[in-house]
C-alpha cells in the first residue's frame, strides 16, 4: 500500500535532519517541499542582481553539536565563523556599548556605565549558563506526554531531576526567568539602561510581546542556550549564508537515498480509517506512506492541510487558541558601502557584531504599544548584520549587503489595513532609524528584499509571519507544544507527526525537532504493518 516508509511535508532543516535519521535506519524516505529551493527559512538567495544573503534566517547558535557530527556537514561544507563581538549598541546621545570578545572586556564596557553592572555581570552569567546547561540537556529529550500513563511518569521523573538536582537559588532564578517579565528580571541584576537594553533585546527577538510583557524574561535565555564551534552562548556567520547549511544537509540524506521533490506543494493530508496514509499535492498527486511527518507549522497543518472532521474536537478548540505571530518584519539590503555610525565611525569590529538599536527597554515598550495601535513603530527595534564583510562572496566588490531582522511589526495590521499596502512604509521607517544613527546609510542603499509578516506567511508558509512556528510562552512550551497530550511529537491522528518549530525545543535553527520526530517514528514499531526494530539516534 505505501510507497515510502515516510513522507515529509516540508523541506526545511528540521524535515531534513529527520531524513537523515530515518534513511540512516534504513526507511525510505521522501521530502515535499513547496518552493523551488530546499532549506526551507534557511536559504541563500539572491535578492537583486549580484546581491546573495541568507533571505530569511540569518545568524547561527543553536544547530545541536550532535546533529553536526552525525551528519559529517563538516564534511560537505559546513563552516561557522564566530563573531569577534556579540553585540554593537549605538545610543543615541554619542555614547556606545560593546558587548563580547571576553568577560572582561565586556565588565570594561559595562565600567563606563556603571561600575555596579560591571561588577554583577559574571554572576549573571554564570546564573544563566547554570540554568542554560540544564535546558541544553533537554533539546534532544522528548518532553513526557500527558496521557501516556507510565512512559509518562516516567520521561518526567527524568528529565524533572535535571531542574531538581539544580542549587535553591537557581531553581528560584529559573522560575524568575519563566514567569517575570524582562524588565523585572533585569532590573534586579542591572542600573544602566543601556546595559539592560543589550540584554533585553533578546527577550523581544520573534516576541510579540513588550519586555514588560510576564513571561518575556525565559526569550533571554533561549538565546544563550546555543554554541558555535564548542563555545557556549556565541553567534556566528555561516560561510556561503545559511544556505550552505541545508545545502550540505541535502547532499547527505540524497547521497543516502531520500528522494527531495522541489515545487511540490502539499494541499491535503489523507487519513483512511483513522490513520495518516499519504498527502495529496496541490497538483493532484497522491504521495502515500505509512508515516506523515510535518515540518511545517501546527495552524498551517491542522487547520489548513486537515479535514476538521480527522481531527477531535477539543484539538481543534485548542489549535484554534494556538498563539502565533511573532511580530517580525525581515528586510536584506544592498549596499554601496559600510554603515558609518556617528558614535563610532570608521570600520572596526562593532561592523561585524549584531547591530541594535533600541537603546532602552522604554523604545522597546514603546515599540510595541505602537505596533498594538498603529502596526508598527516610526522609531522600530532593528538588528543589523553585514556578512559581506567576512564573505565577500554574497556582494560585488565594494559593495555589501545586511540584514535587518526588525521587531514589533503587527503579525495583523489594525483597521483592516494590509501589508501589501503597508510594507513599503515600514520599511522606509526601518531605513530612516538606522539613517538617524548612521548618517548617509539611506543614501547607500541600493535595493532592498522586504519580508513583512505577511510575506513570511506567503513565502514560507509561517502563520502570521511568525518565525518560531508558535508563541514561545509557558503555555506552548515544553510537554505543551504545540498541545498537551501531543507533546511528543505525534500527531492525534494515528501516523501523523510533527518535526518543526511548532514542536519542542521550539523556534531557531537547531535541528532537536527533526532529531526528536526521528526518535519518535523509530519507537513506533508498527509502520504500515511492518514491524521495525527500535533504534537509538
Known sequence: MYKYDAVIIGGGHNGLV?????????????????????????VTEEFHPGFRNSVASYTVSLLHPKVIKDMAL???????IERPIANFLPLPDGRYLKVGGGLERTQGEFAKF????????????ATLERIADVLRGLMLETPPNAGDGLPMLIAALSQGKRVAALPLEARRDLLDLFLKSARAFLDGWFESDPVKAVFAFDAVVGNYASPDTPGSAYVLLHHVMGQVNGKKGAWGHSVGGMGAITQAMARVVRAMGVEISLEAPVEHVLVDGGRAVGVRLESGEEVMGAAVI????????????????????DFRKRMRN?????????????LSALPDFSCLPGKGEHLEAGIIIAPDMDYMDRAFSDAKTDGWSRAPIVEMLIPSIIDDNLAPPGCHVASLFCQQFAPQLPYGRSWDDAGQAAADDVIATI???????????????????????????????????????LDQLWAARPVLGQGAYRGPVEGLYMC??????????????????????????????????RRSI
Open 18 to 42: 529527520c531524513a537523515f535519521y530515518l534513511a540512516r535506519a534504513g526507511y525510505k524516505v521522501r521530502i515535499l517541499e513547496r518552493r523551488g529551493i530546499i532549506g526551507g527559512a534557511a
Open 74 to 80: 563538516a564534511d560537505h561544507g559546513y563552516r561557522v
Open 114 to 125: 556603571s561600575k555596579k553592572d560591571a561588577a554583577a555581570l559574571p554572576h549573571y552569567q
Open 294 to 313: 510535518a515540518n511545517v507549522g501546527p495552524k498551517l497543518l491542522y487547520e489548513q492541510m486537515m479535514n476538521p472532521a480527522d481531527l477531535p474536537q
Open 322 to 334: 494556538f498563539k502565533v505571530g511573532s511580530g517580525s518584519f525581515r528586510m536584506n539590503v544592498a
Open 435 to 473: 539613517d538617524d544613527y548612521a548618517p548617509g546609510f539611506a543614501a547607500s542603499v541600493i535595493a532592498r528584499d522586504i519580508l513583512s509578516p505577511l510575506d513570511l506567511e506567503r513565502k514560507f508558509g509561517m502563520v502570521g509571519g511568525d518565525i518560531m512556528h508558535g508563541a514561545m510562552t
Open 500 to 533: 518543526g518549530a511548532g514542536t519542542h525545543p521550539g523556534g531557531g535553527v537547531s535541528g532537536a525537532p527533526g532529531h526528536n520526530a526521528a526518535r519518535a517514528v523509530l519507537k513506533d514499531k508498527a509502520l504500515g504493518g511492518r514491524l521495525w526494530q
